[in-house]
């Protein structure tokens, strides 16, 4: 079975500059979850997606940050223009939804810094 | 307010040592209760997970958690830990009513020495 997947690994910008995260998750899982991990930090949630409806979006800086999951399936986040605070690994993570055992699957995550 | 805490940023374990990583959480009420493992460069692989029942739970890798109601922890432990549990560890949980977010604690580095 695939993991999540998660594009790119690594990307270095310059403050102001934008950048996008991709995320494909298993096959079949309902739940999408954004986290932001910054260096020495536990995750914390920024968005978390019930098939392509918004669950919780509370924790997102939604001035820079957005989020969108159209088809239900894969979902990009995006930052624009990028803080030298963001500079953290974003990782995705799924879930079966209701009815699941409630486990998480990660994905690698995507690194991002911002100079 | 609901929290989650690891006391200790960093602890060092000789190989074939025993290990224990201690997790706290302030909450009302019993959440569900996570331990993750994240290796460099790597996302977080769970390692076990309590819901209910029997308050000693079994998990990947040899490491066990047992759930202490009335220390509100749920402390992770293995008999003898070998170089290649060198990782990051976190303790994470899911409060009712949360749609299963999870938050996370702060975490713990594990150094194993030869």
């Known amino acids: 079975e695939a993991g999540v997947a998660q594009s790119p690994r690594y990307k270095i910008i310059e403050k102001r500059q934008s950048v996008a995260f991709w995320c494909n998750p298993i096959?079949?899982?309902?739940?999408l979850y954004w986290y932001q991990q910054i260096l020495g930090q536990g995750p914390k949630l920024l968005i978390q997606?019930?098939?392509?409806?918004?669950?919780?979006d509370s924790q997102l800086p939604k001035d820079r940050f957005s989020a969108e999951r159209l088809k239900g399936v894969d979902s990009t986040l995006k930052i624009q223009p990028a803080k030298l605070e963001d500079s953290a690994v974003y990782l995705c993570?799924?879930?079966?939804?209701?009815?699941?055992?409630?486990?998480?699957?990660f994905g690698e995550g995507s690194r991002l810094t911002v100079l | 307010a609901q929290s989650v805490t690891q006391p200790d940023i960093h602890i060092t374990v000789s190989e074939g040592a025993s290990l224990e990583l201690r997790c706290n959480y302030s909450?009302?009420?019993?959440?569900?209760l996570f331990w993750y493992v994240q290796s460099p460069g790597q996302g977080l692989q769970l390692l076990l997970k309590?819901?209910?029942?029997?308050?000693l739970v079994q998990g990947i890798k040899g490491f066990e958690a047992e759930f202490k109601r009335s220390q509100s922890s749920f402390n992770l432990r293995k008999p003898s830990v070998h170089w290649s549990d060198a990782a990051e560890y976190f303790c994470?949980?899911?409060?009712?009513?949360?749609?299963?977010?999870?938050?996370f604690g702060s975490g713990t580095q594990l150094t194993v020495l030869p």
């Open positions: 994470a949980v899911a409060f009712s009513g949360s749609a299963r977010q999870l938050t």
């Open positions: 909450y009302g009420a019993t959440p569900y």
């Open positions: 309590y819901f209910s029942g029997d308050t």
């Open positions: 997606f019930q098939n392509n409806g918004v669950v919780d």
């Open positions: 096959s079949g899982h309902a739940t």
């Open positions: 993570a799924s879930s079966l939804g209701r009815g699941g055992s409630g486990e998480l699957f």
